[in-house]
């Protein structure tokens, strides 16, 4: 009962008869009061032109006092309940109409007081079984003889037609919201429908799942609009759910691969008795493979500790000019063991605002790379110029080229190119954290290169 009280088909029903009612009531109410002030006031202009007519008769004559057979025939063929009386310090009834209730004659010198107050008025008299209107103009003969005509109308039996009106109304209403609230109902189920299929569509879908879809609606409405939106939140899940096995996939392969040497070298020196040197060339061997275990997990707490935004960042400016030379600098060693050339241009001096340590290692991550691939005898070339308010660093070499179908995938975290299988260590986290660098300074990173002809990363960074 409760969930069929909170649902939005019943909440929609109450709203939908609510502004019903209301409309209703408030359109009854005037089209009653219309009809009772239509009813009321239709004999108004009748009145008045008779009353005018009868005015026009008696100013035949300088006086009324005394009307001429003439004025009386003419009078009595306005077939109309009429009343004349005049004014003259008391009130003298000279002429009604037969079988004119007396009820309608002045009786009181007040009364006649009163018509000669008012140049006319109306008013409505209730009698038993009907309703009568009655009009009364004041006029002034030509002798200065005040008068007023008092001309009486039915209006039958009103009251009957008004609580006719009024029964109607009053049963329609409730019947015409029971009506309307019954067709709301069953629109408001029919238009929510479609949200219920999609609700149990909904349901199904789990992370095991993520590659189906919710069927697209035949209109472009808000419905469609919302699967359109469902089915876009549905993608990126997949492709996140699909990133974190990938990612877990990777991980695993690169913590199990140390951690297999470790464990068989461990072995190897347990299973007999050796020399202290041959101890001590293991141990060395297990210490490498440490170290690169400790490197790998460094980089995954980094990089879970930048998706959390937990890493705090130094904005200082930076001569970063200066610091891609020192960069090149501590490089230098490296690429002399590998007999590789690196080589450094720099057009201009430029500034930039941000942290010194994290932009040592997106350096260092980019050269490094770029060094590892290049095969003796090899060149790695390092730029940096302006680009209009954007400082520009080039990074080539002319290693095996990262294929273009793959350019956007090797900043994915533990991705490797196809290319990069000639032996170099690596766990593929580098190009993500250089990446992360990057876009954490307002920047970006690019690829370019094509298969056997090298690789150019450029990163762009604002200028202070």
């Known amino acids: 009962m409760l969930a069929f009280v909170h649902s939005m088909r019943f909440r929609l029903t109450c709203w939908y008869s609510a502004i019903l009612a209301v409309v209703l009531i408030g359109f009854s109410s005037i089209l009653y009061g219309i009809v009772r002030y239509q009813s009321m006031h239709h004999h108004d202009d009748s009145l008045r ?25 003419d009078i009595e063929q306005l077939d109309r309940l009429v009343l004349l009386h005049e004014l003259e310090g008391t009130g003298q009834v000279f002429y009604h109409s ?31 079984g009907r309703m009568l209107r009655v009009y009364s103009l004041r006029y002034t003969t030509q002798t200065g003889r005040l008068g007023a005509v008092r001309v009486v109308d039915s209006l ?35 238009a929510l429908s479609p949200v219920d299929h999609l609700t149990r569509l909904t349901r199904e879908i789990e992370a095991t799942n993520l590659s189906r879809r919710l069927p697209a609606p035949r209109s472009q409405d808000e419905l469609g609009r919302l699967v359109e939106t469902f089915n876009q939140m549905i993608c990126r899940l997949e492709g996140a759910f699909e990133l974190m096995r990938r990612f877990t996939a990777d991980a695993s392969h690169q913590l199990q691969t140390p951690l297999t040497i470790m464990r068989s070298s461990v072995e190897v020196a347990i299973e007999r008795a050796r020399t202290p040197e041959q101890y001590r060339q293991i141990l060395a061997d297990v210490l490498e493979v440490v170290l690169r275990l400790s490197r790998v997990v460094g980089d995954l707490l980094l990089l879970a500790r930048a998706d959390a935004g937990s890493l705090e960042f130094q904005r200082d400016a930076i001569q970063l000019d200066e610091l891609l030379t020192e960069a090149v600098d501590a490089m230098k060693p490296l690429c002399e063991a590998r007999h590789v050339d690196l080589r450094l241009d720099l057009r201009e001096t430029l500034r930039i605002t941000g942290d010194e340590r994290w932009l040592r290692e997106l350096l260092h991550n980019l050269i490094d790379n ?51 299988s000639n032996g170099n260590p690596g766990a593929g986290l580098g190009l993500s954290i250089a990446l992360w660098v990057a876009r954490s300074h307002g920047g970006d990173i690019r690829v370019q290169g094509q298969r056997g002809n090298g690789s150019t990363f450029e990163v762009t960074l604002p200028l202070s």
Request: one cysteine or more; a negative charge; hydrophobic letters at 40%.
């Open 370 to 420: 770029a060094i590892k691939y290049t095969n003796a005898p090899g060149e790695v070339r390092v730029a940096l110029h302006r680009r209009e308010s954007m400082a520009v660093l080039q990074v080539a070499d002319d290693g095996p080229g990262i294929p273009a179908e793959e350019q956007l995938r090797v900043f994915e975290r533990f991705y490797r190119s196809t290319t990069s």
């Open 49 to 73: 032109s008779v009353a005018g007519d009868v005015v026009s008769i008696v100013s035949r004559q300088p006086d009324c006092a005394h009307l001429t057979p003439e004025q009386m025939s």
């Open 98 to 128: 037969p079988g004119l209730d007396p009820a309608f004659l002045p009786r009181t010198e007040a009364e006649f007081q009163q018509l000669l107050s008012e140049p006319e008025s109306f008013r409505t008299v209730e009698t038993p």
């Open 156 to 190: 039958g039996n009103l009251d009957e037609g008004l609580g006719a009106l009024r029964w109607s109304l009053l049963l329609l209403i409730p019947l015409s919201m029971l009506v309307a609230g019954g067709g709301g109902y069953w629109m408001a189920s029919r």
